[in-house]
């Protein structure tokens, strides 16, 4: 990739957006100074992956998502990370399209090799799915799910001993659970919003004075998912001793079978399930899963086995 004047030219607009500037500063802090120590943090914890644990790292996938990190805050500006994280959460995928827009109109000249290198850092997940495209953000896929979203009031399981979360609730999941949409706890005067946190997010927040969630707000792990549909464990202030947890998800649909499977194997299941059972999703689906069906069985039984694009494209799939 050729460095051209447009580009350097947006490189430098960094050094002109202040940083933490509601707050008082020995010297000025700019977005070239704050991306340029992530990066200098980012050589020194890998450099001791390597070193110490060995570990095989892809120095190209960092450096480069480094410099992405760095073109989306320069378009942005000096948005306040709080904003900034729930802008993303709400409306990443506008917000990403402009930030492509923005750096093609300021930078015309752009490697297209690279910008799309970008664009796949920023709409990719790390399961390779197309971000903002799921069921919140598809009136289709909501109504193709529709007939799998279920409501579930759930007690206290107190056959539960040991807690991951101290202090916290456990309640057990439905088997059938897939995803969740929505869910809060109901205490006897309030309702409490429920917020999924991640493990590393929960060690963060346990490092801090108060380990509890804000008021009106409870934090939710799942834990030992080889028990039923999971272990709910939720922690918060609530203002009774045996709050109700109220969950909203899509079930797991149950399987397609065609014909009873006594008459072809004695035993044999799927899922337990052994006699016809027909898909539950809505008809106006089944033509796309069938054609998705045809595509995966070509790519695994036709044509040129180690043709690895195709096979990358497929996965890449948001429908």
Request: glycine letters at 6%; charged letters at 25%.
């Amino acid at each position: 990739m050729i460095l051209s004047k447009n580009f350097i030219e947006v490189l430098y607009e960094a050094a002109h957006i202040q940083r933490w500037n509601d707050h008082i500063r020995p010297q000025g802090f700019t977005e070239l100074d704050k991306q340029a120590h992530k990066m200098v943090i980012l050589y020194v914890l890998s450099r001791y992956e390597e070193q110490d644990h060995g570990a095989k790292l892809n120095w190209q996938v960092l450096v480069e998502g480094g410099i992405f990190e760095f073109l989306h805050r320069i378009i942005l500006t000096d948005i306040k990370p709080p904003v900034f994280h729930e802008l993303m959460r709400v409306h990443g995928d506008k917000l990403n399209n402009w930030v492509y827009n923005e750096l093609e109109r300021k930078v015309p000249d752009i490697d297209q090799d690279f910008l799309g290198r970008m664009k796949n850092y920023f709409d990719k997940d790390s399961k390779g799915n197309t971000l903002g495209k799921g069921f919140d953000d598809s009136p289709k896929r909501q109504m193709d799910f529709s007939t799998l979203i279920t409501n579930s009031s759930i007690s206290i399981d107190q056959s539960v001993t040991k807690h991951f979360m101290k202090g916290s609730f456990a309640y057990l999941m439905p088997t059938d659970t897939f995803i969740i949409l929505n869910e809060s706890i109901n205490g006897t005067n309030n309702v409490y919003t429920v917020i999924p946190v991640s493990y590393s997010e929960y060690g963060r927040l346990m490092s801090k004075p108060y380990k509890f969630p804000p008021k009106s707000q409870a934090w939710r792990l799942i834990t030992d998912k080889q028990t039923s549909g999971g272990i709910a464990e939720i922690l918060g202030v609530f203002d009774t001793a045996t709050p109700t947890y109220e969950v909203r998800y899509i079930r797991q649909p149950n399987p397609i079978i065609l014909a009873n499977f006594s008459t072809i194997q004695e035993g044999l299941t799927i899922d337990g399930a052994s006699t016809v059972s027909d898909c539950e999703l809505s008809p106006e689906i089944h033509q796309e899963i069938l054609q998705r069906a045809v595509e995966l069985a070509k790519i695994a039984w036709g044509g040129d086995q180690n043709n690895i694009n195709t096979t990358v494209q497929s996965g890449q799939r948001s429908e």
